[in-house]
């Protein structure tokens, strides 16, 4: 995700950049960096950790630096090599003296890499973004506009970036494609940002670029041009929020901006790893050969909380699709009960973090007892991502809320295409690959649908705040989501909630019911909806009433039921993901109804390092 902020103008540049930083830092934290123009080159100051080493670094007598009145700055969340200086934004581009910062992924990094490694220049990160400051370099010829221009027509991939030239004072140059970038314009100069937070104390005039714009910048004034069009006008926008509603993308809590994000995470995650041609999913990260994969005996899956409900989907799609046994198995009691683990089994460790304890725990166990061991991880550089050394990153972005909402839709996604790729290394046709390509492309669209409901889904929470206790029930595909559904609401709104088994719910639970106990029911059209149907009048029957997640136009359905919302028709398995989001939505509104602190509630961690 990261966060940018450049300025240039007549002000002094560095306390502009740092304050700036500091307000994005909620977009990743781990590591920070500088460029400021001097009047003999570009100084570059980086540092691993938050924003506040950054500022350590940065000597109060450093008059050169501090009457910079031109600079860029990062803070970084890591996607290509570990949160490192070397790999802390800005990066320098050749011997021009270029310094450029970037949000995003440059996906033809590597044989941009090659290209300029061949043609000598030598690279001192891991990162995708240093191939882009050599890219810039090897393409200047005095002026940066056309540079940077000719460089972004040979980048796929999404971009915001910022740049400039020790040879051009007081002038950048900003674009981009995928990744925001929003100009603050002012009499005294121009603040770029990633979002409004970074710009907002300065100045309510800002300019929101759209994908494949460059402008360069000289104090306040703009030339914008298009990619593809030459120059273009953007109008200023008034801002209107807060500086803390700013933060949040406008929106009222980290966790409602995490949900609106996920038609976009979602789709970081899947970008470039599937094949629509062959049917297939890429996923080299696993860095299982066709040997290995054909001749894998078991998956089992670990994880916490979120993690683990997302695992239990994982199990279900690869039994379904591959034929190969799959297990989920909670992280805290694999090493404990000395599981039976042999080297043709694939362990997967699911986790956002990279850093729960009994996760990583499991990784050891299952490594010793001479496993694969592969990681699911949102957080580049995390413990569990370098201890597996292999698997599969989310790209889903800095997750705050501590409920995880765009993890397990980005888990999902990848067991999805895990389930896939195992299948594929079987029996699985090409053309029923490429049938699951498009079931798993369609998710981000069938997310957006369930979004356009946030006001009626709003409403519908209005009925169900004020009971202390509530069930979820489900099968088949939906079960791991009736328990996810269920942790959501009691993690946020503290009302008691159990998911179940629609099934299940007859032996124990069902003595539970009554006027004030209500039942999320998963009745979407599929195997099992019908039986799942008459689990539904058996809880009415009971006086409980009953909220459902049904398939859009389902009468018989909708008549059953008391309550419904409402997602697109679609397989099960993918199902998965838009009725997640339905429930994320109904719990945040049922929290927010009942005044509850949503970000942070009482008594949890976003990580859990301890046993
Ligand atoms: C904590 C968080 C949960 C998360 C779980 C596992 O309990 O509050 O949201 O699902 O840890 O975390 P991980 O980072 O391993 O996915």
């Given at each position: 995700m990261c966060g940018i902020v450049a300025y240039t103008g007549i002000r002094p540049a560095l306390p502009i950049l740092i304050s700036g930083l500091k307000r994005l830092e909620y977009r990743g934290y781990d590591s920070a960096g500088i460029a400021v123009e001097t009047k003999d080159r570009i100084v570059i100051r980086k540092s691993k950790g938050k924003v506040k080493e950054l500022s350590g670094l940065l000597g109060e007598d450093e008059t050169d630096l501090a009457e910079s009145n031109c600079g860029i700055a990062h803070t970084r969340w890591a996607t290509h090599g570990p949160p490192t200086t070397e790999n802390a934004h800005p990066h320098a581009g050749g011997k021009n003296g270029i310094a450029l910062v970037h949000n995003g992924i440059i996906e033809n990094h590597r044989a941009l890499r090659d290209k300029l490694t061949a043609a000598g220049y030598l690279f001192l990160?891991?990162?995708?973004t240093e191939v882009l400051a050599h890219l810039v370099d090897s393409l200047y010829q005095g002026d940066l506009l056309d540079a940077v221009i000719a460089a972004l027509k040979e980048v796929e991939g999404t971009f915001g970036i910022a740049c400039m030239v020790h040879a051009e004072p007081g002038t950048l140059i900003v674009a981009r494609r995928g990744s925001p970038i929003v100009l603050g314009v002012g009499e005294n100069g121009t603040i770029v940002a990633s979002d409004a937070s970074a710009i907002i104390k300065h100045t309510r005039q800002a300019i929101y670029l759209d994908d494949n714009d460059v402008a360069q910048i000289k104090g306040s004034e703009l030339d914008i041009r298009s990619l593809d069009a030459g120059s273009v006008s953007r109008q200023p926008a008034e801002i209107d929020w807060s500086a803390d509603a700013a933060e949040k993308g406008g929106y009222e809590h980290y966790m409602l901006k995490e949900i609106f994000e996920q038609p976009e995470s979602i789709r970081n995650t899947l970008r470039g790893r599937l094949d629509s041609n062959r049917g297939n999913a890429l996923l080299s990260g696993l860095n299982l050969n066709p040997r290995e994969l054909a001749e894998l005996h078991r998956v089992l899956i670990v994880g916490c909380g979120t993690s683990m409900n997302a695992g239990l989907v994982g199990e279900y799609a690869i039994e379904d699709f591959a034929g190969v046994l799959a297990e989920v198995e909670q992280a805290a009691e694999f090493r404990y009960r000395n599981p039976i683990v042999n080297s043709s089994d694939l362990v997967v460790a699911i986790s956002q973090s990279g850093e729960t304890a009994d996760t990583l725990a499991a990784v050891r166990e299952a490594t010793d007892k001479g496993a694969l061991v592969s990681g699911l991880v949102n957080?580049?550089?995390?413990t569990i991502a370098r201890e597996t050394g292999r698997g599969v990153y989310l790209h889903a972005g800095p997750e705050i809320s501590v409920a995880s909402t765009k993890a397990f839709t980005s888990q999902v996604s990848v067991l999805l295409m895990m389930a896939l790729k195992f299948a594929r290394s079987r029996r699985m046709s090409r053309d029923a690959g490429c049938q699951f390509v498009k079931e798993i492309k369609a998710i981000p669209g069938l997310v957006e649908r369930v979004l356009e409901q946030n006001d009626a889904i709003a409403k519908v929470a209005e009925r169900y705040l004020d009971q202390t206790s509530a069930f979820f029930i489900g099968r088949g595909y939906m079960y791991p989501v009736a328990l996810e559904g269920a942790l959501k609401l009691k993690e946020i709104s503290y009302i008691h909630a159990e998911g179940y088994h629609a099934a299940e719910l007859k032996h124990g639970p069902i003595a539970l019911l009554e006027k004030d106990v209500p039942v999320i029911a998963l009745c979407n059209d599929g195997p099992g909806k019908d039986k799942t149907l008459g689990n539904v009048a058996e809880c009415q029957a009971r006086d409980s009433r009953v909220l459902g997640i049904v398939t859009e136009g389902d009468s018989e359905a909708i008549a059953t039921v008391d309550d419904h919302i409402t997602v697109p028709a679609c397989p099960l398995h993918t199902a998965v993901v838009p009725s997640t989001v339905a429930l994320q939505l109904l719990s945040y509104h049922i929290a927010r109804l009942k005044g509850c602190s949503i970000d942070q509630p009482r008594n949890l961690a976003k990580s859990v390092t301890v046993e």
């Open positions: 990160s891991e990162t995708d957080t580049v550089g995390s």
